[in-house]
């Protein structure tokens, strides 16, 4: 009997009056927020605008959810289109099911949409949401949690995870593979946020190290997973994908290291003419004080060529000039 375990929740949902917040959505939710929040500021340290992130996930949000599910429904059509399923299942996605190859490749569609609409390259801005987007599937994969689905084998190792009778599901401790992959995906941000600091990753080699990384885990951990699964020559379909992907990645990283060496200079052309006109406009400040300096010059030099108008001869004595009236009688000139 196993004394220590990690215990699953009793309901993956919380009635809060007539409105259910579903654990899964919730972590999915919290994700997302994250990724855009820790990608913000690496694109404002990368030379980017503020809020450009946020922007451009505005498009690639919708299109990963949507390709997400997409890859699940697809690979999994037995659990919507069998003999005693409803197909409307499939569009219930709070229950779970998104595949993060699908949604890594619809999201980059949208993302691009929304780079262009921009004018930004999109490798730049993948590079710099690449740790954000490892640190949102660390905590989704906690939605999995919430639903008592993905885990692995029977274990009796003390964080073994504990599950409930249910459907499709036998009463037991297993491997808490949701718990495996979270905890690689943080080592995936950290190695990506290191890698980037260290040899100054620029485009798309950084997300493309991400892709690697996430690959080499997520094909180990899929292989102890004990849930229904396609597969492919003994092994199941998620694994022979991360492997096609991993040797993807590499291939991209290698190849672009030796055509496009070193980072982009510039990630976002608005935010870079901003502080070009931010400089011109500081210079022009500086004119208005030189002409007054030059016109003060002027100024002492129309005072001095006065006062020599004023100045008599070798031979005078230095007062002021004075003109004789009609009668003779001396009289100051007016300088008013």
């Known amino acids: 009997m196993n004394l220590a375990y990690i215990p699953s929740p009793s309901t993956g949902v919380i009635e809060l009056g007539p409105i259910p917040l579903r654990g899964y959505a919730f972590c999915i939710i919290i994700g997302v927020f994250v990724a855009v929040w820790f990608g913000n500021k690496r694109w404002i340290a990368r030379g980017g605008k503020a809020g450009t992130v946020a922007d451009i996930a505005v498009w690639a949000v919708p299109f990963g959810l949507v390709g997400g599910r997409l890859y699940h429904v697809i690979t999994d059509y037995q659990l919507y289109f069998s003999d005693g399923e409803d197909w409307v299942d499939a569009f219930k996605i709070w229950e779970g099911g998104l595949g993060i190859w699908g949604a890594i490749a619809l999201g980059a569609v949208g993302a691009w949409i929304g780079c262009r609409r921009r004018g930004i390259p999109l490798p730049a801005w993948a590079d710099a949401l690449a740790p954000g987007i490892a640190f949102a599937q660390a905590i989704g994969r906690w939605g999995n949690w919430f639903n008592q689905e993905l885990y692995g084998k029977p274990t009796d190792l003390p964080w073994a995870v504990k599950i409930s009778e249910g459907a499709n599901r036998v009463e037991g401790t297993y491997h808490p593979t949701f718990l495996y992959e979270s905890l690689w995906c943080v080592g995936v941000a950290l190695l990506v946020i290191w890698a980037d600091r260290r040899f100054k990753l620029g485009h798309g080699r950084a997300f493309a190290l991400y892709v690697a990384a996430y690959c080499a885990g997520r094909g180990w951990i ?30 991209y990283i290698v190849i672009s290291a030796k055509k496009r060496p070193g980072r982009e200079e510039i990630v976002e052309p608005d935010a870079a003419r901003s502080g070009e006109d931010g400089g011109k406009d500081a210079s022009s400040q500086d004119t208005p004080a030189e002409d007054t300096s030059a016109e003060d010059s002027a100024i002492e030099d129309s005072s001095a060529e006065d006062s020599a108008a004023g100045t008599p001869g070798a031979g005078g004595t230095g007062t002021e000039a004075t003109e004789t009236e009609s009668d003779g009688s001396p009289q100051k000139a007016d300088r008013s």
């Open 222 to 251: 899929e292989y102890m997973r004990v849930d229904e699964a396609h597969h492919v020559l003994g092994l199941r379909l998620n694994v022979w994908t991360a492997i096609v992907v991993f040797v993807l990645a590499v291939t």
